[in-house]
């Protein structure tokens, strides 16, 4: 897994590359109203990011970092290695991420695949490689600490790198590499990054080339384990609830027996070198694809650079939130449907990133000078002190914030000790940022943001024609072949580190109220950080769409912060985006869900602003064009994924057209929603009856009652709350095969499954441990030991029931090359033959129940998951006790259960096959 795409997925901060997690408490508080309790609260002062963090170096040259954080019983640890793209070359491109792959195929000791140790473990664990290094990182109950030691200390000096592992694993890792050239973003900044630094490995792309790849030798790839796979080389972190003194000994007994290694010659790359000048005209690509596209890269200086701070809060002047300059020139003018950018400071240069899809009709060139006349004014005439204050605030709030997982603050130790030598470098980067400027952000700006310091790229997509693929044959998937043994779980046992045992802690419960005007709120006080989560659902998801007008619940979700009755859109925005508050508003088929963190002190703004939005947004119309425009260009970016088209097919051939779940929006359906309608979906949907509100964090409860009764509690609703019907679900007599053709694309993506159950039947608990030994994780289930680790066919496949307020389907989702894609998919529906026929083992069913209950904790550690699960509980119809009960009821459940839940459940010969990817020939 490239960090990258680790690092989009998990939404962090857009400087994670050297920008710290780390902990920076703000004093100026804005109070709104007669909430004296806030007023009255003790201030709030600034606190460093590493002084509790031990940094220990072993005799054999092993830095140890060591952070205790006791708010939650889980402890994460990571191995960090300083290798990366940048140690490579052409030719060996992508040898750095080819290894990250077979670091999980077994050591001498332990010859099994480590993903099923993990699971087994509950551990929450991955890997990723980047330009500077590659790290490994699993997540635990503090009981598994020890294993996790064990397990890590292993694979660092004894890993199993042999012919055969490098064969099939190279076959993953070009699926995963043509999974990216599906994107004509990933391809575009490919071609402008080459064009960008020439001369230096930052030029080439960190998963490396297909042709390289299939060029590994064995002896290259064990070359590159010998020098870079050595302790002095590694930073072991471990952050969470332990303690210090005895975990230390415990790493000296696991990691201080690792001996340095013999160092063997490889091929030096190329000295770092950044192209002076940027091309002539900009780099074209006219391919296949949805929407046309830029890219454009600026050359920046190394991590340790004193520019780098500037750079970061001008960054956040340029592109973070709605009131950001890039923002205002390119989303509110309608000139774009999206943009991005952000500072990437390495060990040795770096670079700003800046892309943007076009909106419907709009030229590129246009774009691009539009971009430009935004830098020339930030060299020309500065920018503004509110501007560089809003900056400040939002880049210290969004650390705040994202330090309160675990996990992330381990990230950031990790990427500083590697990237810059110095694990405190937060500390300094952050005492800088107080400092800098808004002369500063000028300077910057002149020095890296001149117009021939650019490289910049177009995507210029060509006509295609996303429709859904007709059925064809079932008989398409039938293959002969021999379907590999079971996962033996007594080799997972046998294999598997002593856990030391230990009690479960008791997950506290929130507190349950309903307002008089039906509005449900949920309450869970935690102080371990001066922060607040809120959650939020309403009843007003996309299933009350109609087929003529599909889109109007997610344009209605979307134009929610456009104005209000009192505030005009960029009021809104100013008044979170001043205070640093994170907000996001998406659209599900059940939901409108809303999920926002802040620092306590302005959960009354937060509370304040979601009340106002969900009552009196006003939905402009200049504003809703926009929006509409908007979703016109992300349907054609839908219809040009593969994985997304194949999902739409799926659900509209599992669910009839008269079924609530079958609309999907059009480009017609979205051009015929008009204002009115809008306003009349806000007015029936959104209703006090039909909201949820959680809450976890640092607060007094009396007080937040207070505040959301003020603000919520005379809120009207005002007849019968809206209903739909659901009509059964037709059993197919037969497999359906479906296929969806997509030009321009190198990996198909395939979902294959039926009609599943929802949240509240009976057999939920049972159907999660079938999944789980089925497809629940990928490194460690039946398919993935099958499809992936003994035949290669795909980077990634897994499982899952979509259990809701309705039933869901239950979906198995892979990527293969298309020559691959029927032989996974018979390989697939053999595997589930073989389940429904012959059950899942007694020893699979406690291995499953150990994983699922072990990796609970670990996803409530984090406050925006907390939150996030009591609302998801109280959504379903679910007792708040569910969220302590959760892992009793998945340890209660029988073999016999799940093997009856397997029958039931699992229909080999009625599923649902549906492949979306290159045209057949």
């Known amino acids: 897994m490239s960090f990258l795409k680790f690092f989009r997925h998990h939404r962090l901060f857009s400087g994670l590359f050297t920008l710290c997690l780390g902990i920076v408490l703000l ?92 699971n087994a473990l509950g551990s929450q664990s991955n890997a990723f490689t980047s330009y500077d290094q590659t790290a490994y990182f699993g997540t635990v109950e503090r009981d598994k600490l020890r294993s996790l030691l064990v397990l890590e200390a292993d694979r660092m000096q004894n890993a199993l790198i042999t012919a055969d592992s490098l064969t099939s694993e190279k076959r993953v890792v070009i699926s995963e590499l043509q999974g990216n050239e599906n994107s004509p973003n990933y391809r575009l900044s490919r071609a402008v990054m080459r064009a960008a630094f020439p001369n230096s490995p930052y030029g080439l792309p960190v998963g490396g080339t297909k042709a390289d790849v299939e060029k590994f030798s064995i002896e290259q790839v064990r070359s590159y384990y010998s020098n870079y796979y050595s302790p002095e080389n590694a930073t072991v972190i471990i952050v969470g609830d332990f303690k210090t003194e005895p975990t230390l000994q415990a790493v000296k007994d696991s990691f201080g027996k690792v001996p340095k290694k013999e160092k063997q010659p490889v091929q030096q790359p190329v000295q770092p070198v950044a192209k002076p000048v940027k091309p002539a005209q900009p780099i074209v690509l006219r391919e296949p694809g949805s ?8 050359p920046l200086p190394k991590a340790t650079h004193p520019d780098v701070p500037a750079l970061h809060v001008l960054d956040l002047v340029l592109t973070q939130g709605r009131s950001s300059r890039l923002y205002q020139a390119l989303v509110e003018t309608g000139l774009v449907s999206g943009f991005s950018g952000y500072p990437a400071n390495m060990i040795s240069g770096g670079w700003y990133d800046l892309s943007a899809t076009a909106a419907p009709d709009q030229d590129l060139n246009k774009i691009s000078a539009a971009i430009e006349k935004v830098l020339s004014n930030v060299r020309s005439q500065g ?121 479960r802690t008791t997950q506290a419960l929130p507190e349950r109220y309903v307002l008089p005007n039906g509005l449900r709120v949920l309450l869970m006080r935690d102080s371990s950080t001066p922060t607040v989560s809120l959650a939020a659902s309403m009843q007003a998801g996309s299933e009350f769409d109609s087929s003529a007008k599909a889109g109007i619940a997610k344009l209605t979700a979307d134009n929610l912060t456009n104005g209000t009755q009192t505030k005009d859109a960029l009021t809104l ?152 019907t659901y009509p059964p679900l037709p059993t197919p007599s037969s497999v359906v095969r479906r296929y969806a053709p997509i030009p321009g694309k190198t990996q198909s993506v395939t979902l294959i499954g039926s009609a599943g159950i929802d949240r509240r039947d009976a057999r939920f608990y049972n159907a999660s441990i079938v999944n789980q030994v089925l497809g629940g994780d990928t490194l460690s289930s039946r398919l993935g030991a099958e499809v992936r680790d003994r035949q290669g066919l795909t980077y990634g496949i897994y499982s899952y029931f979509q259990a809701g307020n309705r039933p869901g389907p239950f979906v198995i989702s892979m990527q293969t090359a298309p020559e691959d894609a029927d032989k996974a998919i018979a390989s697939t529906v053999k595997l589930l033959e073989q389940v429904r026929e012959k059950g899942v083992s007694t020893v699979e069913v406690l291995t499953a129940q150990r994983s699922i209950t072990s990796s609970y904790p670990v996803d409530l550690a984090n406050p925006d998951q907390l939150a996030s699960e009591i609302l998801m509980n109280e959504t379903y119809g679910l007792n708040p006790a569910e969220l302590r009960q959760f892992p009793n009821q998945i340890e209660s459940v029988t073999q016999a259960q799940v093997n009856q839940a397997a029958q039931e459940l699992i229909r080999p010969e009625q599923l649902i096959i549906v492949t979306a990817g290159p045209p057949k020939s």
């Open 27 to 118: 004093s100026n508080s804005v109070y709104f109203g007669k909430l004296e309790a806030w007023a009255s609260s003790p201030a709030i002062v600034a606190m460093t990011t590493t002084d509790e963090v031990r940094k220990t170096v072993l005799d054999n040259g092993l830095t140890v970092l060591m952070k205790e954080v006791p708010t939650a019983p889980v402890v994460t640890v990571q191995v960090w290695y300083r290798i990366g793209s940048r140690d490579e070359a052409t030719g060996v491109n992508g040898i750095a991420h080819q290894l990250e792959h077979l670091m999980f195929k077994g050591t001498s000791e332990r010859p099994i695949q480590f993903g099923r140790l993990f």
């Open 291 to 298: 929407a046309p596209l830029l890219n454009s890269v600026y």
């Open 383 to 503: 920018v503004t002190q509110e501007e560089l204050t809003r900056a400040k605030t939002q880049l210290k709030s969004s650390i705040l914030l994202k330090n309160r997982d675990i996990t992330r603050q381990a990230f950031q130790l990790g990427d500083d000790q590697t990237t810059t030598g110095d694990y405190k470098y937060t500390d300094r980067f952050l005492a800088a940022v107080d400092r800098v400027s808004a002369a500063d952000l000028q300077r910057v700006a002149k020095t890296y943001f001149a117009p021939e310091k650019s490289t910049i790229g177009f995507f210029q997509p060509t006509t295609i024609d996303a429709k859904a693929g007709n059925a064809v044959n079932s008989g398409q998937t039938t293959e002969k072949f021999n379907l590999g043994a079971p996962v033996d779980p007594a080799q997972v046992a046998k294999y598997l580190p002593a856990v030391q045992k230990s009690d």
């Open 573 to 724: 925005a100013k008044t979170l985006e001043d205070r640093g508050i994170e907000l996001g508003i998406e659209t599900n088929r059940e939901s409108v869900l809303v999920n926002a963190s802040a620092l306590s002190e302005h959960l009354p703004v937060l509370v304040q602003t979601l009340a106002d939005v969900a009552q009196n947004a006003t939905f402009p119309d200049r504003e809703l064009e926009l929006a509409r425009n908007r979703a016109l260009s992300a349907l054609k970016v839908q219809l040009d994924n593969p994985a997304v088209l194949a999902r739409r097919v799926f659900q509209q051939t599992v669910y009839p057209e008269n079924h609530p779940f079958h609309s999907f929006p059009t480009e017609t359906s979205l051009k015929a929603i008009q204002r009115q309608d809008v306003l009349n979906f806000y007015q029936t949907h959104y209703r006090p009856d039909r909201m949820i509100l959680s809450l976890v964090g640092d607060f007094d409860l009396a007080d937040v009652k207070t505040l959301v009764e003020k603000e919520l509690g005379g809120w009207k609703a005002s007849g019968a709350a809206p209903a739909l």
